[in-house]
């Protein structure tokens, strides 16, 4: 037999910290032969085998038997706070060098953080996970081969199906890589395959194109002729065009009058309007005032008559507690004369029995009398007498002590019956005592609140009015603030519609001919030949607006000359228009262009007329002075034409002179004049607008925004009081509520204090006489126990002489015997009486004296009550003096009211009227911005007209080269529609003929090449295709071969071992389709011992749990691991199959080192080394060992 020391040792130790319940450090040390974990249900055990498997690269949460990863840290318990980290560390024995490192001893360690950080470790040097599986490869151990076994493991293999039950073979087989493989393998070859599709769809469109370059050179004839022809029509069109936007402008001067008319009437009645209503809102302002005056006194005088309602309902609450004062006394006083009428009948009924006791005595004691002097005639002799006298003596002598031990023992039952009273009494007195001082001190308390919480109410109350007036205050105000506003917004409104219509004409460059459109709009864009132009003249300077038309005549068409730095950028730009067909432009180069400034003689400079030079009237930048004096140096800007025909004649009609109002005179005497439609359309006077509207408009909208900021404050704050009025109102609404409840409460208590006060006054009468009957009661108790003692001394004394002379005088005693005790009787009947007398006697000495004391009482209530109807009689006098003037204080608030009422009347006339007219306001001020708005757009068409009228003009000039005169030589009686739709039948034939393409020869040789490139690509792609094909085809026979020898192997270790396990029998694995090897499933036929062959799932279930062992066995057989672990694989076993079980893995051993998790008692027996975990605490598990060797037993705490 092998002995535990000759066993290899592979994993030396499990360290564990802060996994799952193992809060504490926990070290297994492992040593050799066979180890078993035990424990209770629920103890941690399995812990162990999951930290195992965790720090072997388990990644699933699943696996660990948790929903997430963070569930593998120490969660905390009822005594423990959570860790924040979990650390497991595996320790290995490498004296063999199974690992390829150059240590004797490998400690594999993983840890996590609770943030989800992590670290794998080996020996303490951080690594990958990859490295920790790369040092298992070839070891047989790892997470995924056969070195942990856990509880599922053998429930799995008995409900897998015989399809996945082969995956067990081939885990044994190791082709699971070969596998990994075929997949990657198919993948590339799926992708050759579609990079082959590709290729062929890229090819069959490089051929598509191929054709077409051959046919493109031909098209580009047709399409210059269609252009010619084009052009022709676009002539005719642009005339057209011309002659109706001609047309359009004459009529609209005509219409932009009629609005500008209407516009100044409507604004006329809007002012008139706004004038009236502004005295309406002053009268409106004046009753406002008057109002909230008003308010103020119904106010006042609301809260004077809410200070009298408090007065009269506190003098209402006194007076109503004094009726129920003077209603609860008049029965006390009626049941205080019911009782000492009572006593008075009972004190009769004691008289009339006393009289009766009495009688009954006097015949009693009578009858004794004679029965006794009977007894005398007997008694003849000394001796006779003497017994007679000892018997009458001892006679009376027991009498008296019975007597008083009778009333002794009455007394004292009496005593204690009343000491009980007067116990119950004071503690009765001590409870109802306290609840009235609680209840006194509650009332004193609701009383103090309720006075706070009507004044409290009293001023939540003047505080809502005073929010109610404030808002109508706002919303009055936020009316007039809305109409300002809206004022506001429409001159803001009109101002950025004029802005964006203006500066949406300069960002198109509206107005400006085709070709310096285009150049600009190219420098714009960045085109390369266009960048040395510097802008056009009319954009590179300012002029003052009473010099604008002058200036604007002055340069004509220069205002369109673009300045360019240097003439080779002027020639780049002409370039440009020329090949793109663009138009003409006029470029001043500033490094060519030569600037001229005339001088001006002094007879000119001194005429009054005279302003200036036009060069001098405009602002430019110093480099642009060349240009600037080339087209303004030689023309003189005067007044008018009379002082331009006069500085003319002055000159020789040698200058070139322009008034400020457009009109010139030319050199040689020719004059230019008369009346010009500008309407915003000049160029200089739109940059100026823009400029101005810029800055206009910059303050319109902070104004704007100040305006809504201050309505939206006005709003604000109306939200703030409409929600401070709404609290308030439910404060109110609470607080008078809790009035209400707390009234109620109070009367409850003052209620309980009067009930109280009258009980606490009976216990104090009832403990007063029971005190004093109590003291009574004491002293005749001590009479009557020396009255007791004396009488026993006395009958003692007689007894013992009686004793002596009775045995001298039998004779006689016999004789008399029964007369003497028949006398005795009458005696004792006679005491009985006499005592029944005497208690009589003492029950009507109490009665009397209850009599006395109620009628005391009732004098003292009858007093109390004359005290309180007196003073329900000055409060009611209070009450009347409070209603008169309540309804005095009424009547003038109801006045108040009413002339209240009648300001809140007219105003709400005066308001009606108000809305009225801003109705009206209103309505005139959008039919003004109708107006305005028409206006508006009309003078926008008009510029935009006039811009479409000076572009067609410009565009006949640029792009055709025509005067107007010159193309209305094209007019024709066609439509413009006719025209144009001719021109888009001739751009559709140039867009039938398809691109122009003058590049296609060039183009071609390249299409050609990347064909053949294409073709090239295309036989890789297919070679590539043939050989992952060879490929899978070679990885199918790999995988064949090898799960047939696995299969084999393992088929055969799971025979022996079933034979091993089962004692006997036969077991086997079968194909379920040998002819398909990758795909077919295995089946399991087992045979117990005295049993047919059938199918794994007909055994029983220790049979079929057994059986699944075996398989596991085999497996490890074939595909041996250094260790194992075993988490409760034998749970279902019964106790003679565990020993099996047992006794095979303790013969296992000897190759493969166990570690088995179990609870099972023949597992626990055949251990070398027991690991007990324990939960003595809740929630931690904690470590045991126990080393058995057969002579000792060792037990250690980790």
């Not at 002659?243 to 004459?250: P, T």
């Not at 007044?639 to 004649?649: C, F, L, W």
């Not at 009479?783 to 003692?796: F, G, I």
Request: hydrophobic share 35%; glycine share 6%; proline share 1%.
């Amino acid at each position: 037999m092998t002995k535990p020391e000759d066993f290899p040792v592979f994993l030396k130790g499990i360290h564990i910290q802060g996994f799952k319940s193992f809060a504490d450090s926990v070290k297994l040390e492992l040593g050799q032969g066979l180890s078993v974990i035990v424990g209770p249900n629920g103890s941690g055990k399995s812990n162990v085998a999951d930290a195992v498997r965790w720090v072997l690269g388990e990644q699933s949460a699943k696996s660990l038997r948790g929903s997430k990863m963070e569930d593998i840290i120490f969660s905390g318990s009822t005594q423990r706070r959570p860790v924040g980290m979990a650390e497991v560390s595996l320790i290995f024995d490498n004296t063999t060098g199974i690992f390829p490192l150059d240590f004797r001893e490998v400690t594999i360690t993983r840890r996590v953080y609770r943030d989800g950080d992590g670290q794998y470790l080996i020996n303490k040097a951080a690594c990958r996970l990859r490295d920790i599986q790369e040092l298992f490869m070839d070891t047989g151990a790892g997470k995924e081969g056969f070195s942990i076994i856990g509880q599922g493991r053998v429930e799995e293999i008995l409900t897998l199906k015989s399809e996945e039950r082969r995956s067990l073979i081939e885990e044994a087989a190791g082709i699971t890589k070969y596998r990994s493989r075929k997949r990657e393998a198919l993948k590339r070859l799926d992708a050759t395959t579609l990079n082959l599709q590709r290729i062929d769809d890229i090819i069959q469109e490089i051929e598509g194109q191929l054709t077409p370059l051959a046919a493109q050179a031909q098209v580009a004839e047709q399409s210059l002729a269609l252009s010619n022809e084009q052009k022709r029509i676009e002539i005719q069109a642009v005339v057209l065009d011309i002659s109706e936007v001609k047309q359009k402008l004459s009529k609209a001067a005509q219409d932009l009058e009629i609005l500008q008319a209407s516009v100044m009437e409507t604004q006329a009645s809007l002012g008139l309007k706004e004038t009236q209503n502004l005295k309406l809102k002053d009268e409106l302002q004046q009753i406002d005032d008057e109002i909230q005056q008003k308010q103020e006194r119904v106010f006042q005088a609301e809260q004077a008559l809410n200070s009298l309602k408090h007065d009269q309902n506190l003098r209402q609450e006194r007076f109503n507690y004094f009726d129920e004062q003077t209603a609860s006394l008049t029965q006390e006083i009626l049941g205080d004369e019911g009782k000492i009428s009572h006593l008075q009948e009972r004190i009769k009924t004691l008289v009339a029995k006393q009289a009766v006791l009495k009688h009954t005595v006097e015949e009693s004691q009578m009858k004794v009398n004679a029965q006794e002097q009977r007894l005398a005639e007997i008694r003849e002799n000394t001796l006779a007498k003497d017994i007679e006298r000892l018997k009458t003596d001892l006679f009376q002598a027991l009498t008296e002590q019975a007597n008083w031990s009778n009333e002794l023992t009455g007394t004292r039952h009496t005593l204690a019956s009343l000491e009980q009273q007067v116990l119950q009494i004071e503690q009765e007195q001590e409870i109802k005592d306290k609840e009235h001082k609680s209840l006194v001190e509650t009332g004193n308390s609701q009383e103090n609140e309720l006075l706070q919480l009507v004044g409290q109410a009293q001023v939540t109350e003047k505080e809502e009015s005073k929010l109610k007036l404030e808002l109508d205050k706002l919303k009055a105000l936020r009316q007039e603030k809305g109409l300002a506003l809206q004022k506001q917004k429409t001159l803001t409104d009109q101002s950025r519609a004029r802005l964006h219509a203006l500066q949406s004409l300069e960002d198109s460059l509206e107005g400006y001919q085709r070709g310096v459109r285009e150049v600009m709009l190219a420098k714009k864009k960045g085109v390369k030949d266009c960048l040395g132009l510097c802008g056009t003249v009319v954009d590179l300077i300012t002029v003052e607006e009473k010099y604008e038309l002058a200036v604007e005549t002055a340069l004509g068409a220069g205002m369109q000359n673009v300045i360019a730095e240097d003439e080779q950028s002027a020639k780049k730009a002409i370039a440009y228009l020329k090949m793109h067909q663009l138009g003409r432009v006029t470029f001043l180069p500033l490094d060519v262009i030569q600037g001229y400034r005339m001088s001006v003689n002094q007879a000119v400079e001194r005429d009054s007329g005279y302003i200036g030079l036009a060069v001098d009237l405009v602002t430019y930048t110093k480099s642009y002075r060349p240009a600037m004096e080339f087209l303004l140096g030689r023309i003189v800007v005067v007044t008018d034409m009379e002082a331009a025909t006069r500085i003319a004649r002055a000159s020789g009609y040698k200058l070139r002179i322009v008034t400020l109002e457009g009109d010139q005179v030319y050199p040689g005497g020719s004059i230019s004049g008369g009346s010009i439609q500008r309407k915003g359309g000049n160029l200089l006077a739109r940059s100026r607008e823009i400029e101005t509207l810029r800055v206009g408009l910059a303050k319109l909208e902070k104004d704007l925004a100040q305006k809504e900021q201050e309505c939206l404050a006005n709003d604000k704050r109306q939200r703030e009081l409409q929600e401070n009025i709404e609290i308030t109102g439910l404060k109110l609404r609470n607080e008078r509520e809790l009035q209400v409840k707390l009234r109620a409460l109070h009367e409850n208590v003052l209620s309980q204090i009067r009930r109280l006060a009258g009980d606490l006054l009976g216990l104090s009468l009832r403990h007063g006489e029971t005190a004093e009957q109590k003291n009574e009661l004491l002293i005749r108790l001590a009479s009557l126990t020396e009255r007791m003692e004396a009488a026993e001394k006395t009958s003692v004394h007689l007894r013992e002489e009686f004793n002596l002379r009775e045995s001298e005088a039998k004779t006689v005693a016999e004789e008399i015997e029964s007369y003497v005790e028949k006398l005795t009787q009458d005696k004792i009947q006679l005491a009985k009486w006499e005592q029944e007398l005497t208690q009589c006697m003492d029950q009507l000495v109490q009665e009397r004296k209850g009599i006395r004391e109620s009628e005391l009482n009732l004098t003292e209530k009858k007093r109390k009550k004359v005290s309180i109807e007196q003073n329900r009689r000055n409060v009611e006098e209070e009450l009347e003096s409070l209603s008169r003037q309540l309804v005095d204080h009424a009547k003038v608030q109801e006045g108040q009211q009413y002339d209240l009422m009648q300001s809140r009347q007219s105003r709400e006339g005066l308001s009606g009227r108000v809305v009225e007219f801003e109705q009206e306001i209103n309505t005139l001020r959008q039919g003004a911005h109708t107006f305005e708005q028409r206006l508006h757009a009309h003078e926008i068409r008009v510029v935009r007209w006039e811009t479409e009228c000076e572009a067609g003009l410009n565009r006949l000039a640029e792009e055709f080269s025509l005067t107007w005169e010159e193309g209305m030589l094209y007019q024709t009686e066609e439509e413009r529609a006719v025209l144009w739709k001719r021109v888009q039948d001739i751009k559709r034939q140039i867009e039938e003929l398809g691109p122009i393409n003058q590049a296609a020869i060039e183009e071609y040789p390249k299409i050609l090449k990347r064909r053949e490139f294409m073709l090239a690509q295309q036989n890789d792609l297919v070679e590539a295709n043939q050989t992952l094909r060879q490929l899978i085809s070679e990885l199918d026979k790999t995988m064949s071969e090898r799960f047939i020898e696995s299969f084999n192997a393992v088929n055969k270790a799971f025979q022996e071992v079933f034979k091993e396990l089962f004692d006997g029998g036969h077991a086997e694995l079968q194909l379920v389709d040998p002819e398909l090897i990758l795909e077919t499933g295995v089946e399991i036929i087992a045979q117990p011992p005295g049993k047919r062959p059938q199918l794994l799932s007909l055994l029983s279930g220790g049979e079929r749990a057994l059986t699944a062992i075996a398989i596991l066995f085999a497996l490890l057989r074939v595909k041996p691991s250094p260790f194992c672990i075993l988490d409760e694989i034998e749970a279902s076993l019964d106790d003679a199959n565990v020993q099996r079980f047992a006794q095979y893995i303790h013969r296992l051993s000897g190759s493969t080192q166990f570690i088995v998790v179990s609870h099972r008692k023949g597992t626990m027996e055949s251990a070398d080394v027991l690991y007990g975990i324990t939960m003595e605490e809740s929630g931690v598990s904690k470590l045991l060992s126990v080393k058995l060797d057969g002579r000792q037993e060792t037990v250690g705490i980790a």
